[in-house]
């Protein structure tokens, strides 16, 4: 940046070339070299914030689980980041949602060894898995259930339904769910609520 002053030309303002000319305050011409900007909508960018635009919309129903299941201020922009770079497939503009791979909550608790879910009755959804104890896994853990209809695109949380040494729950989900296909997950939270274990999907239920 250089000041000029020109007693031919007087004072001149804008592009000149390579170099852009202005007035400051004190009346004093000032000349800055001119930088093209940076292009905002580069064929990358785009795909970037297509796919961004695409997970806000679809995860729209899972926030206010995100706020409960990861145990953080930022909850729903972690999940968020978590299902950009891990549950997205397909390519621009065309995108959907990896489910199994779609993560609610992480942490060093112990996951259980096998995890089952299956229908029993009307729309009760009767969920097992096997109570193994080991380093950072306890019979009073608590056991969190999360179901969600794509179609309706409506998800349920059951927060510490059951224990760890329970072994199994059945969840009694809404009426007008019926006939639809249900995705399911489990995870599991130290009894005093500080810490979870990393979410597992179990599977697709249909109802």
């Not at 202005?22 to 930088?35: E, I, L």
């Not at 990358?44 to 995100?66: G, M």
Request: charged fraction near 15%.
């Amino acid at each position: 940046m250089a000041t000029f002053v020109s007693s031919t030309f007087g004072l001149i303002s804008g592009r000149h070339a390579s170099v852009v000319a202005t007035v400051s305050r004190n009346g004093k011409n000032v000349m800055k070299v001119f930088n093209a900007p940076f292009n905002p909508k580069s064929v990358k960018q785009v795909k970037q914030r297509t796919k961004f635009a695409y997970v806000l919309i679809t995860l729209v129903c899972f926030h206010d689980v995100f706020k409960k299941t990861f145990l953080g201020m930022d909850a729903v922009n972690h999940g968020i980041s978590l299902a950009l770079k891990n549950s997205v497939t397909g390519t621009s503009p065309d995108y959907s949602i990896d489910y199994p791979n779609l993560a609610f909550s992480e942490g060093r608790m112990y996951m259980a060894t096998t995890v089952s879910a299956a229908k029993t009755t009307g729309t009760s959804v009767k969920v097992d898995w096997s109570e193994t104890l080991l380093a950072q896994a306890f019979a009073d853990d608590g056991v969190s259930l999360i179901f969600f209809h794509e179609e309706y695109q409506q998800a349920i949380l059951n927060e510490n339904c059951a224990t760890r040494s329970a072994c199994t729950f059945t969840e009694e989900l809404p009426a007008e769910w019926a006939n639809g296909s249900i995705h399911t997950w489990i995870y599991f939270s130290k009894a005093d609520g500080s810490c979870n274990s990393k979410s597992k999907y179990i599977c697709e239920v249909q109802l």
